[in-house]
């Protein structure tokens, strides 16, 4: 645990899991890109997503609309790609507090949110942790940051882990089926999230689908306790999001996620070792 004491290692640690992760989503957005789902005729075509820019044209922007449809038309969203590639190498490249660094998480920060909005459906929690984690690591170590702020921010992504966990836990107690378990065996029986092999494992396994949907709720309801709990305590809820975002990429295709949530992990070690006391 001693290894997270320091705030520069704790940051390469989450840039390290954070860039892996965007590489990985690149690579998706430009499978669909060559898989032409983002052209015309294509699953995500702009003429079709662009309905939904009228939210913009309220107070004053009503300019933005147009802006998004010279921005994603085809070649220029080509273009898009290329430039978020080159930024998330950019973060490696370039050392913390450095003008460098700080250009390539401004610039990719305001390209991660406009592929969001090009394709405004069908995203995954980690997309959203992603633009927090990038946001927190641009606020933190950029030239006009100090130190501290790098420390708050590693906070804040800690908090944010744990946020993120408990309401996601809630989420779950309140819902009937996952009290129930049935909500485990119908996500698993989707088309989109879905494994034929795994449904079919799981039908008539009544105590399974239950041990599964309360071994999850139980677990994201405490996770914020981790960050006072003693470091042996702190590993064993980090190997548990682990695995369990490891067989939600397996099973369910949820590559970035494991990514995303891995790079919160040293955050909270690191703020559970600066707390410096443990309930347990």
């Not at 300019?63 to 950019?90: N, Q, S, T």
């Not at 170590?141 to 906070?155: N, T, V």
């Not at 882990?161 to 009937?176: D, E, N, P, Q, R």
């Not at 089926?177 to 079919?200: E, L, S």
Request: proline share 2%.
């Amino acid at each position: 645990m001693g290894v997270f004491d320091n705030i520069f290692t704790v940051f390469y640690f989450v840039l390290g899991f954070f860039v892996v992760g965007q590489c990985i989503n690149w690579s998706e957005l430009f499978y669909l890109y060559r898989a032409k789902e983002f052209h015309e005729e294509g699953f995500f075509a702009w003429k079709i997503l662009r309905l939904d820019t009228h939210k913009f044209k309220v107070g004053g922007f009503g300019a933005i609309p147009d802006l998004l449809d010279r921005l994603f038309e085809g070649r220029r969203f080509r273009m898009l790609l290329l430039i978020y590639l080159l930024v998330v190498i950019g973060l490696v490249v370039f050392h913390p507090y450095s003008a460098g660094f700080s250009c390539c998480a401004f610039i990719l920060l305001l390209t991660m949110i406009a592929i969001q909005l090009r394709y405004s459906f069908g995203g995954e929690g980690s997309d959203q942790m992603n633009v927090i984690l990038l946001f927190s690591l641009f606020a933190g170590f950029s030239f006009f940051s100090s130190r501290k702020m790098g420390e708050y921010a590693i906070f804040f992504i800690a908090g944010q882990s744990c946020l993120s966990y408990f309401s996601a836990g809630m989420a779950k107690l309140v819902s009937t089926q996952w009290r129930k378990g049935d909500a485990v065996f119908r996500i698993f029986n989707t088309g989109t999230f879905g494994n034929a092999r795994v449904a079919r494992f799981l039908v008539n396994k009544k105590r399974l689908c239950l041990f599964l949907s309360w071994s999850v709720i139980i677990a994201e309801c405490l996770f914020p306790l981790s960050i006072w709990l003693s470091p042996k305590l702190i590993i064993a809820f980090i190997i548990w999001g682990c695995c369990f975002h490891l067989a939600n990429a397996l099973v369910m295709g949820l590559n970035v996620f494991v990514w995303s949530f891995a790079a919160t992990y040293p955050c909270i070690i690191y703020t559970s070792a600066r707390i410096g006391w443990h309930l347990f």
